[in-house]
């Protein structure tokens, strides 16, 4: 795939985990996926939410970049866009598309998603955020918590594509909570140290991620419920 590139068919955005400054996992996985896909780097874009106070600071923030990068003449909608979402970027790629509502009760533009690729995402709410909540992001992250079960909700009218991953071993999320209810992720085996923070570094998945966004036929053919978190 290094070397023989192929062109995207939209622009690919990678939105961060919690916390995570850009040079952790940011710009890691986006140099990957452009050398994987198109070679060109400004066809990817990579937003850190390591300053957001909330899941929809993150939203809002990660909307204002896209339209900078790649402004829409939709009032209401961004341009169309891939997006590949580390742990908590795939809630915050979920509720850009969900809500256009800010904090402070005005309204944004809403994320167009045609597939949202998550990767060891807590979509049934993080196993540490069950046992430790430090902010409002951790809080939004516990199992049961308002902000899930309104992304829930939500997908009652999805229209674009997800596409879960997990690694089993993961002692911060959980693999059997990297998909949302009803559903099952891709996975596989995980180190027993550092399963999640290394997750998005995973070859197997980044590869798997970059043949789908290239047209072609994926690795992962069968999603199931993992074994054991």
């Known amino acids: 795939m290094r070397h023989d590139h192929k062109p995207l068919e939209r622009p690919l955005v990678i939105l961060g985990g919690y916390r995570a400054p850009y040079h952790v996992q940011v710009r890691v996985l986006t140099g990957r996926m452009v050398s994987m896909t198109s070679g ?14 909330s899941l929809e600071e993150s939203a809002d923030w990660a909307v204002t970049i896209i339209e900078r990068q790649w402004p829409s003449d939709d009032p209401d909608w961004t341009v169309e866009v891939d997006a590949i979402g580390i742990s908590m970027g795939g809630l915050v790629g979920r509720h850009a598309w969900a809500s256009d509502l800010r904090t402070d009760g005005t309204h944004r533009k809403r994320l167009r998603l045609k597939r949202l690729f998550t990767v060891g995402t807590p979509h ?16 939004e992250m516990r199992a049961g918590s308002g902000f899930l079960r309104a992304l829930d909700a939500a997908d009652a009218d999805r229209d674009y594509e997800l596409i879960c991953y997990a690694r089993t071993n993961d002692e911060i999320v959980g693999a059997t909570r990297s998909s949302p209810e009803g559903m099952n992720p891709y996975w596989v085996h995980g180190p027993w140290l550092f399963s999640h923070q290394t997750i998005a570094r995973d070859w197997r998945i980044a590869v798997d991620i970059a043949r789908r966004l290239r047209g072609e036929a994926p690795f992962a053919l069968e999603t199931s419920a993992p074994p054991h978190d």
């Not at 060109?40 to 106070?53: I, K």
């Not at 049934?124 to 809080?139: E, S, V, Y």
């Open 40 to 53: 060109v780097r400004s066809d990817a874009l990579g937003v850190s939410f390591f300053f957001d106070g």
């Open 124 to 139: 049934r709410g993080a196993c540490l955020a069950d046992r430790l909540t430090i902010d409002k992001p951790t809080r």
